[in-house]
């Protein structure tokens, strides 16, 4: 079946440095590839989305590349601060089908 | 204020005792849907519904059955839990699928 694989499990990065969190995917369909952010304690919060017409997004410090050949995307964060702190979920779905995959999780730990 | 919520939000049972987690949402979302988190596997998707006439299987519902009778509930089910589906469950909703999706604050069940 559909599988998102995410990279790496855990990541430790000191404050103002920039993390990179990388994702693939199996199923070639796929076409929608969000980015959710979770806090301690908290359901997931999305941080930012792509679709498979557009190569990059970005919003302030955060940024998202797909790479549709290669079936891989990335979310980039710089000028990391401590509050980045959380675990950082990719997924992937495709049109018509109400499945949402998501990969296993980054827990980022940005050091002041 | 527009959120989802669950109820309740921790729960322990014993194998065999049916249960029901429910979820509403206020943002008049068509589309809902119900996730089980473990550590070292992510987010897996149990069921979700696209609309009030459509609901279908995620990856891993064995063992759950839901149902969308109205546009704002979705309860998951457990009619016979088990030890394995100790988890922590989120429900989550979006205007439609492949879009920002909120999600709940989480119900942790424990089944002795």
């Known amino acids: 079946g559909e599988n998102v694989e995410q990279h790496p499990s855990t990541l430790s990065v000191q404050e103002g440095d920039s993390a990179v969190i990388k994702c693939t995917y199996s199923d070639s369909a796929s076409n929608y590839f969000p980015w959710y952010k979770q806090e301690l304690g908290k359901g997931p919060q999305l941080i930012i989305d792509?679709?498979?017409?557009?190569g990059e997004k970005k919003d302030q410090r955060i940024a998202v590349t797909l790479n549709k050949t290669a079936k891989h995307f990335s979310l980039h964060i710089t000028e990391t601060q401590p509050e980045d702190s959380a675990v950082y979920f990719c997924?992937?779905?495709?049109?018509?089908?109400?499945?949402?995959?998501f990969g296993q999780g980054t827990t980022l730990q940005v050091k002041p | 204020e527009a959120q989802v919520t669950q109820n309740p939000r921790y729960l322990i049972t014993v194998t065999g005792k049916k249960l029901t987690v429910t979820c509403s949402q206020n943002?008049?979302?068509?589309?809902m849907s119900w996730y089980r988190q473990d550590p070292g596997l992510g987010l897996r998707q149990i069921y979700y519904s696209m609309n009030v006439e459509v609901t279908d299987k995620g990856d891993v519902p064995e063992g759950y059955k839901v149902s969308r009778k109205e546009k704002r509930n979705f309860p998951l089910i457990l009619e016979s839990p088990s030890p394995n589906q100790t988890s922590l469950y989120f429900c989550?909703?979006?205007?439609?699928?492949?879009?920002?999706?909120?999600f709940g604050p989480g119900t942790r069940l424990l089944v002795l």
């Open positions: 989550a909703s979006s205007l439609r699928y492949q879009e920002t999706q909120y």
């Open positions: 997924a992937a779905s495709r049109s018509n089908t109400g499945k949402l995959i």
């Open positions: 792509i679709r498979s017409n557009v």
């Open positions: 943002m008049n979302h068509e589309y």
